[in-house]
């Protein structure tokens, strides 16, 4: 089964679990809308990608840790186009979800996907609990205070701001968790996976940043201008448009070279490339490197 | 140690750990006003209470069973507190924590209160892996979507609303989860508890409404006619005030009368009987009784 397939499977069977009789039809409306259609899904997929690398021994708990991953960012997604945030119309192509079922069922389901995401894991039967444990924790201090993406869209309200510490835990925290959660399940070691998730996370940000600049907003499916609009920390603003560029190609070798010997090496190692040109087509990469500085 | 400072002392302990200097400074100050200082911390409590009746065998995941649903209750006061909710001012008798810190932070201070809740539980060492995944499990059905308290306040959304299943999820599932997990902690059978906390948590939401309707602001530590003034469904609404309060001792008898046997039978009752005072005196009883209804 092609990686994405399986994790839209996964992701309907998980969040079927919050719908029932007695639940408010609007939040499981709610949750639905924040969770389908998906975007590029790119933490889940890493997960699945390094799980396989990892000989995929616990396919349940795997799925499980990738849908726990992607109903956190979709949570993050939700309360982030609030209109305390971004007051952003529109996200993934579709309206956002408070413009949708207003700002109340908005402010919920995010609350309640945080809870799901939890219950993917723990409604799942594991012959493993450490690892369920394990996996967890993980995912909990990628999201949580210090270090994790709620901690990162904080650093947002704060006057001083040092850009790698905030897009690490903005950005970083949760790509550092897809991958080492794909190791953890499998009773692999996750450190030697976590390399991978950091220099992916870092070069995500950073096109998110450039492409924020560039005005692409079909492409993003979201508004853009957002960063300068908001004021927020900034790779294209640090580093102008091309030295951002230069930065992003810097970090993309690090993802490759990063990951770990074995079977699977040189197709993680392909997929990581075609992140690359999805995030940042050779056309941008080109132009903007004849461009003045 | 009196239960009350038990509480205190592993709030403190467990809030601790979000506060590390790659935190952002403001977020753990909202999260700290919105924890401390506590209401009547009845919650955990509860759950305390229930764990000496079982022996209290492991009192350090006790602790953290406790801490995890008294920070979900915080997250859903911030959260409630805010705009696009009660927009109330005041809670525990200070300023909200969207007053104090803005919007932005309240909507993050909310979301990393739900994940600590789970780092109480996931970071407390334990010899019994399975009883910290059932306290889990017990605590995200009690918060998240279909019968938590998050699904409980997504009803005040929709137009047709039963009111004892609102009542059941706003309140009364975070109580059931109070007493179960003091039992689940020690190993006990979490059921035998289950109508301690149903019967509890309704007379908690039923007082609530008394209270709300008879504006006792500064009893409350919160503005009043809230109920009225937002559309809630409300027992005082619903069955009229000395209704209400009629309805509200039934719930304590029932409560006293589901205690389960044991040699803390009569010291749990005690307690009953001296929170249903605290939450609706004597004297508003004795007037309202003679109040025409």
Redesign the interface.
């Known amino acids: 089964m092609p990686l994405l397939e399986r994790i839209e499977t996964a992701l309907t069977h998980h969040l079927a679990r ?3 009789p ?7 409306m709610a ?1 639905h809308h924040a969770v389908f259609p998906g975007g590029a899904r790119i933490r889940p997929q890493l997960c699945l990608a390094v799980s396989l690398a990892c000989g995929d021994n616990a396919p349940e708990l795997t799925n499980a840790a990738a849908c726990a991953i992607e109903l956190m960012h979709c ?1 993050s997604l939700v ?1 982030d186009d ?1 209109p ?2 971004d007051d952003a119309d529109t996200r993934r192509g579709q309206v956002a979800v408070h413009k949708a ?5 908005a ?2 389901c ?3 996907l ?3 995401a ?2 993917c894991l ?2 799942t039967p594991s012959a493993h ?2 690892r ?2 394990a996996l ?2 993980l995912i ?1 201090d990628s ?6 993406i ?2 990162g ?6 006057t001083r701001v040092e850009l790698s ?1 905030y897009q690490r ?1 903005k950005t970083g925290a949760l790509f550092v968790a897809s991958t080492c959660a794909g190791a953890l399940a499998n009773g692999a070691d996750p450190q030697a996976w976590r390399g991978l998730g950091e220099a992916l996370g870092e070069a995500y940000q950073v096109a998110d940043d450039i492409r924020d600049v560039m005005g692409d907003a079909q492409h993003l499916g979201k508004p853009v201008g957002q960063d300068v609009h908001h004021g927020r920390p900034s790779a294209a603003a640090a580093l102008g448009l091309a030295g951002a560029i230069q930065y992003f190609e810097g970090l993309i070798q690090r993802a490759v070279a990063s990951v770990p010997a074995g079977p699977r090496q040189s197709s993680l190692q392909k997929l990581v490339l075609m992140e690359s040109e999805r995030l940042v087509p050779r056309h941008v990469i080109s132009h903007a490197s004849v461009a003045p500085v």
């Open positions: 919050a719908d029932s007695s639940s408010p039809p609007q939040l499981v949750m949570a309360h609030m305390c945030f079922f207003g700002e109340p069922l402010l919920l995010g609350d309640a945080i809870v799901q939890y219950q723990l409604q609990p450490e369920t444990l967890m924790q909990s999201v949580g205070a210090p270090d994790g709620v901690a869209q904080a650093w947002e309200c704060e510490q835990a």
